[in-house]
């Protein structure tokens, strides 16, 4: 019994130690959202992200595409309408099983496979056409929001013009490493 007893507290403790996945904050001018990454699935696309976050954690870029029931799109514009200096683009991880899910942030990219860098987009709805299918590169899920979504469905309903763009700008104040205070 003594042995037996042993066994479940090694198990306990050891599954109290387990890696967890990083997860960011996202702080915008509609509220606060969380992201869990997903570094197993998509390390290479995490270790972009998180690098623009560690290089200028995306302060004062906006939402700039907004398309209700689709996705909201941002981090590649200023709030001044200016592009953000980008990074290198990287190489393209939609052939990692994640499906593009409500609630999921994938990479945005132009037409070329291997071309994304800073811009990302969370899913407002399914959006399982985006996924790599056969030959056909997808649209790289990398993570999922675990509170906020309430957030992301403010920001998919505010009133757009031309380009998809907000008429009043939506603004990434901030996407920090969450150090663990909110899960």
Not at 21 to 38: A, C, F, Q, Y
Not at 51 to 80: C, L, P, W
Not at 94 to 122: C, D, V, Y
């Amino acid at each position: 019994m003594k042995q037996l007893l042993s066994f479940f507290l090694l198990l306990i403790s050891a599954s109290t130690f387990a890696a967890t996945n990083p997860t960011v904050v996202m702080d915008t001018s509609k509220g606060r959202i969380v992201i869990e990454l997903l570094p197993t699935q998509a390390p290479k696309t995490v270790a972009n992200f998180l690098a623009y976050v560690e290089k200028d954690g995306f302060n004062k870029t906006t939402f700039h595409r907004v398309i209700n029931s689709f996705m909201i799109q941002g981090g590649g514009f200023k709030d001044s309408g200016t592009k953000a200096t980008s990074l290198s683009p990287i190489e393209n991880e939609s052939k990692n099983g994640l499906s593009n899910e409500r609630g999921t942030i994938a990479m945005a990219r132009t037409n070329q496979p291997h071309s994304a860098t800073r811009q990302f987009f969370i899913n407002h709805k399914d959006n399982a056409f985006l996924d790599a299918q056969g030959s056909r590169w997808g649209y790289a899920v990398f993570g999922r929001v675990t509170l906020g979504m309430d957030v992301v469905d403010k920001i998919a309903n505010v009133k757009t013009g031309g380009a998809d763009k907000p008429v009043q700008a939506v603004i990434i104040n901030s996407i920090t490493l969450n150090a663990g205070e909110l899960k």
